[in-house]
T-cell receptor, first 115, second 114 residues
Framework: GNSVTQMEGPVTLSEEAFLTINCTYT??????LFWYVQYPGEGLQLLLK?????DKGSNKGFEATYRKETTSFHLEKGSVQVSDSAVYFC??????????????FGKGTHLIIQP | DVKVTQSSRYLVKRTGEKVFLECVQD?????MFWYRQDPGLGLRLIYF???????EKGDIPEGYSVSREKKERFSLILESASTNQTSMYLC?????????????FGAGTRLSVL
């Protein structure tokens, strides 16, 4: 079956540091890959996505590249801010052409940015 | 913007009670989902629905049922609540057109079963 593995936190960084959160996946087909973010007390929000190999998703200074050869989708940001403190989830969907199937999530990485 | 609304942010129930969690979306999405979120386990899919009156089991359906009588509303039912169902419950919806596979989430309902 499908699975997503991501580094578990908490990950604590200083403001303006470089961020990498690793994510690798196992899937039977050609999945779409996602990063979702959950701020304290809120639901999940889509941060970025990539639907095919070598695609790069980007949003709010975050980037992730779909690497089929290493089955990875690592999240990066060049300079983090205190407001980036949240829980980050890597997820996949292997249902082409529609969303009528649940996403497979990693366990989440709690990111703490200190001023 | 897509809005997914869960009727309660916090609920406290007693063991054995029947519990209803309600979710409404306003974007005419075909698909709706219920997940539970637990520390160290991430999100796990309980049930989903791809059409009115249709439902499919997810990874952990035991102890739960669902109802989708209208397209915009998807209810999660705990027939007889137990303490191991204390959790955060998240509802989501998605479309079969446009931005496929993107799920939009509600703010969550934190349920405590005493």
């Amino acid at each position: 079956g499908n699975s997503v593995t991501q580094m578990e936190g908490p990950v604590t960084l200083s403001e303006e540091a470089f961020l990498t959160i690793n994510c690798t996946y196992t899937a039977t087909g050609y999945p779409s890959l996602f990063w979702y973010v959950q701020y304290p007390g809120e639901g999940l929000q889509l941060l970025l996505k990539a639907t095919k190999a070598d695609d790069k998703g980007s949003n709010k200074g975050f980037e992730a590249t779909y690497r089929k050869e290493t089955t990875s989708f690592h999240l990066e940001k060049g300079s983090v801010q205190v407001s980036d403190s949240a829980v980050y989830f890597c997820a996949l969907s292997d249902r082409e052409g529609g969303g009528a199937d649940g996403l497979t999530f990693g366990k989440g990485t709690h990111l703490i940015i200190q001023p | 913007d897509v809005k997914v609304t869960q009727s309660s942010r916090y609920l406290v129930k007693r063991t054995g009670e029947k519990v209803f969690l309600e979710c409404v979306q306003d974007m005419d999405h075909e698909n709706m989902f219920w997940y539970r979120q637990d520390p160290g386990l991430g999100l796990r899919l309980i049930y989903f629905s791809y059409d009115v009156k249709m439902k499919e089991k997810g990874d952990i359906p035991e102890g739960y049922s669902v109802s989708r009588e209208k397209k915009e509303r998807f209810s999660l039912i705990l027939e007889s609540a137990s303490t191991n169902q204390t959790s955060m419950y998240l509802c989501a919806s998605s479309s079969n057109s446009g931005s496929k596979n993107i799920q939009y989430f509600g703010a969550g309902t934190r349920l405590s079963v005493l």
